[in-house]
T-cell receptor, first 114, second 111 residues
Framework: NAGVMQNPRHLVRRRGQEARLRCSPMKGHSHVYWYRQLPEEGLKFMVYLQKENIIDESGMPKERFSAEFPKEGPSILRIQQVVRGDSAAYFC????????????FGNGTRLTVT | RKEVEQDPGPFNVPEGATVAFNCTYSNSASQSFFWYRQDCRKEPKLLMSVYSSGNEDGRFTAQLNRASQYISLLIRDSKLSDSATYLCVAPLADSWGKLQFGAGTQVVVTP
């Protein structure tokens, strides 16, 4: 049973480019979460999605960031016009339908903006 | 007050010793809690779930104190491989699925 799959593992973008991070949840999981971890800081919640719905995006920056979880295919976190401050590790996690279920994390995508 | 608060440490622990640390949470309605460990900024991995008064798994024991709103993690017979950052996780108020992570407690087990 494959775990949460994220790709790419490492992503380098120049300032102003777009970054697309992908996440496939564990089999049977319909809830996806994105967290960001800046260097020397803790995990910060960004967004919580179910299939075709954004449930909570209170942690998403108001501009340049968007997320989706389409009916078919992986969840995508998209960052437009990246800046150096976007450099971080972006972790995706998934959970089962049952309330109170723990999160299972992918390996993360390390984004470096040059 | 932060919603989930942890002592950042580091806790320097001799191999074989016992170490314990707490995590306080602000949402009194929280029902489920988790401890994760994170190594060298890799992905967090679930260590234990805490749904009632406590949970024990081998050398690890987690306890929940609802009156004082904290959970604790105790590690017995520490191994070098226990060196990691331990993250406390609690659900946020009025949020079905949004889990708040603490900043983590660093544990360093020394030979």
């Amino acid at each position: 049973n494959a775990g949460v799959m994220q790709n790419p593992r490492h992503l380098v973008r120049r300032r102003g480019q777009e970054a697309r991070l992908r996440c496939s949840p564990m089999k049977g999981h319909s809830h996806v979460y994105w967290y960001r971890q800046l260097p020397e800081e803790g995990l910060k919640f960004m967004v919580y999605l179910q299939k075709e719905n954004i449930i909570d995006e209170s942690g998403m920056p108001k501009e340049r960031f968007s997320a989706e979880f389409p009916k078919e295919g992986p969840s995508i976190l998209r960052i437009q016009q990246v800046v150096r401050g976007d450099s971080a590790a972006y972790f995706c996690a998934s959970s089962a339908e049952k309330r109170g279920s723990p999160l299972h994390f992918g390996n993360g995508t390390r984004l470096t903006v040059t | 007050r932060k919603e989930v608060e942890q002592d950042p440490g580091p806790f320097n622990v001799p191999e074989g010793a016992t170490v314990a640390f707490n995590c306080t949470y602000s949402n009194s309605a929280s029902q489920s809690f988790f401890w994760y460990r994170q190594d060298c900024r890799k992905e967090p991995k679930l260590l234990m779930s805490v749904y009632s008064s406590g949970n024990e798994d081998g050398r690890f024991t987690a306890q929940l104190n609802r009156a004082s709103q904290y959970i604790s993690l105790l590690i017995r017979d520490s191994k070098l491989s226990d060196s990691a950052t331990y993250l406390c996780v609690a659900p946020l108020a009025d949020s079905w699925g949004k889990l708040q992570f603490g900043a983590g407690t660093q544990v360093v087990v020394t030979p």
